[in-house]
């Protein structure tokens, strides 16, 4: 069967002014899960390969209020900050994701369970009956054909997204690490996330490594 598409009259574009300069911002209502995502768009990607894109899922808590608890602020502007300096790349923005698409009143229940009972972000959700993850990928590779991209170079340190892109038909010819320092704050749920979930994280254990690190390489 034959993937549906996003329909013209489910986007809106225009040029959005922020403090890092002007992106295309492009809304879109996505056919499948019905929400309402955004992609950032800088420069002319269509037609190009390897374009820099970013899939950032939603986070309330850290990408609006400052949360420290997780690192989704800070990934979040250091994703615009590199596709700024790379004068061309998408983020897009996907809604329906938080908590790893558990919602946000489940979200800040185990944070409960994480503060009184040392349960980590794995445990804390099945304790209370959800699964560990379940986001969808599809909507970020449907407005990413939408807008043209040929294949991306994915900024995540989880090797588990560039195969959930991939299997809806994007290609990634890379994969970006995207590390933030780790704190007080932070560690345990870093440390979780690479233990638990098999993020590359390496700053953990040694002074954060940049460097673009070819797909083949990270799987």
Not at 73 to 84: K, N, T
Not at 116 to 137: C, F, H, K, M, N
Not at 146 to 168: C, F, I, Q, T, W
Request: include cysteine.
């Amino acid at each position: 069967m034959r993937e549906q598409g996003i329909d013209e009259k489910d986007i809106a574009e225009a040029d959005l002014r922020t403090r890092r300069g002007v992106f295309r911002a492009v809304a879109f209502r996505d056919p499948v899960d019905g929400h309402e995502h955004m992609a950032l768009a800088r420069g002319d990607v269509r037609g190009r390969a390897d374009v820099l894109v970013r899939m950032h899922s939603e986070c309330m808590t850290g990408d609006i209020f400052g949360a420290t608890r997780c690192e989704c602020g800070d990934q979040l502007g250091s994703a615009l900050d590199a596709i700024v300096r790379e004068g061309a790349g998408v983020l897009v923005y996907l809604r329906g994701h938080e908590g790893r698409g558990i919602g946000l009143v489940a979200k800040v229940r185990t944070h409960i369970l994480q503060d009184d009972q040392g349960l980590d972000t794995v445990d804390s959700a099945t304790a209370i009956g959800l699964p560990v993850d379940v986001r969808d990928y599809g909507p970020a590779a449907r407005i990413l054909r939408h807008l043209g991209v040929r294949s991306v170079r994915l900024m995540s340190n989880n090797p588990d997204k560039v195969s959930a892109l991939e299997s809806y038909g994007v290609a990634v010819a890379a994969r970006v690490p995207l590390l933030v320092p780790v704190s007080d704050d932070n560690v345990r749920y870093l440390t979780a996330k690479r233990d638990r979930l098999g993020h590359d994280l390496p700053q953990l254990d040694a002074p954060a490594v940049l460097d673009e690190a070819p797909v083949s390489e990270v799987r």
